[in-house]
């Protein structure tokens, strides 16, 4: 049984590694034009300031409890 659970996890992973360098090749293919480097790169570089952004947000600790009235900047709701 436990052979079984890593041959498919091994399989999902594959597909999901397969599945992954095949969008990159065919976006590469697709965008490769002059007329669409600048669309990319502005696509690109949304994609790393939503990153960014996300990655500068606070996260309460695990375990904290979290007062349903309060804001995350910290105000509280009236």
């Known amino acids: ?3 079984m659970n890593h041959i ?5 992973c594959s597909l999901m590694a397969m599945t ?11 965008y490769t034009g002059d007329e669409h480097r600048e669309a990319v790169t502005s696509i690109a570089r ?4 939503l990153v ?3 990655s500068r947000t606070s ?5 904290t409890l ?7 900047e910290g105000g509280v709701i009236q």
């Open 1 to 3: 049984m436990r052979v």
């Open 8 to 12: 498919v996890a091994r399989v999902i």
């Open 20 to 30: 992954a360098l095949t969008a990159v090749v065919v976006t590469v293919v697709v």
């Open 46 to 49: 949304e994609f790393f300031e």
């Open 52 to 54: 960014e952004r996300a």
């Open 59 to 63: 996260r309460a600790a695990p375990g």
């Open 66 to 72: 979290v007062n349903p009235t309060s804001t995350p």
